[in-house]
């Protein structure tokens, strides 16, 4: 056994006369053990549902990173989200939940933000490392998350989950959030006219974040207020047809 003293020499013959090189055990057992993106690399694992819009965030965020990840399925129709095992990866019962290795996570964007910033080098880059574009970025996530998303999941919900489960639409409450949802593209509609993407030049997680909540509302009367715009009819048409998202939508084939 190598003693784990990293000034204990080890020597390691190449065979040829004269040669032997000399390492320190610590970075032999560097070499050996530790983690390395691009070969050894614990499974990530998403607990939740396809059908998840928290959930579908994540695992755009991994197809758009190159990640493979696993999915463990959790049944919401049963409350498996509610009680034991699953409450000790989210003490608010809601999916989706993270591991990546020791790293326990949960709330989807503070996911997404750990998958951009842990695997910066691999795949598409969904944060800036430039801290003054990193703040505008920032910027719109925030408006995706205290903004947008408030009066978008409130219709998802109305307009795309209810009538899968055969409960009836309440048009005062579709009449009321399209308003404050049309609101808010207002100022999109006004951004997307100077930047193509909201965070910048480029696709970045303040587009990813959109991503589940336009994918249902586009099933719906609520398209409507997407398509009349035009800067931001642009855009969704733009983050929609990205491989990584289509990917997201495969998985509930
Ligand atoms: N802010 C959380 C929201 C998570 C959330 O609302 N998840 C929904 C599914 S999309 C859920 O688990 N709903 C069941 C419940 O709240 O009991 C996140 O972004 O992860």
Not at 8 to 14: A, E, G, M
Request: without cysteine; neutral net charge; aromatic residues 10%.
């Amino acid at each position: 056994m190598i003693p784990p003293s990293s000034s204990y020499l080890i020597n390691i013959s190449l065979g040829l006369p004269y040669h032997k090189v000399q390492i320190t055990t610590h970075l032999l057992l560097n070499f050996l053990l530790v983690p390395n993106h691009n070969t050894v690399m614990a499974t990530i694992k998403v607990y939740g549902s396809t059908f998840s819009t928290a959930a579908m965030r994540v695992f755009a965020a991994l197809y758009e990173k190159d990640i493979e990840f696993e999915l463990v399925p959790v049944d919401m129709r049963a409350g498996e989200h509610k009680k034991a095992p699953f409450i000790s990866l989210n003490p608010f019962g809601q999916v989706p939940a993270f591991e990546d290795g020791n790293l326990k996570l949960f709330e989807s964007r503070a996911i997404t933000q750990y998958i951009a910033h842990e695997y910066f080098d691999k795949g598409t880059q969904l944060v800036i490392r430039d801290s003054k574009k990193m703040a505008i970025l920032s910027v719109w996530t925030e408006v995706e998350g205290q903004k947008f998303d408030p009066a978008a999941s409130k219709l998802t919900w109305e307009l795309g989950i209810k009538p899968l489960l055969g409960k009836p639409t309440d048009s005062a409450v579709v009449e009321e959030y399209e308003a404050k949802l049309a609101a808010v593209l207002d100022v999109y509609e006004a951004r997307l006219a100077q930047s193509k993407y909201l965070g910048g030049d480029s696709f970045t997680l303040a587009d990813l974040h959109h991503l589940p909540t336009i994918n249902y509302l586009m099933g719906t009367q609520s398209k409507k207020l997407f398509e009349s715009r035009p800067h931001v009819s642009a855009w969704v048409a733009d983050i929609t047809a990205r491989p990584a998202w289509n990917k997201v939508i495969a998985m509930r084939s």
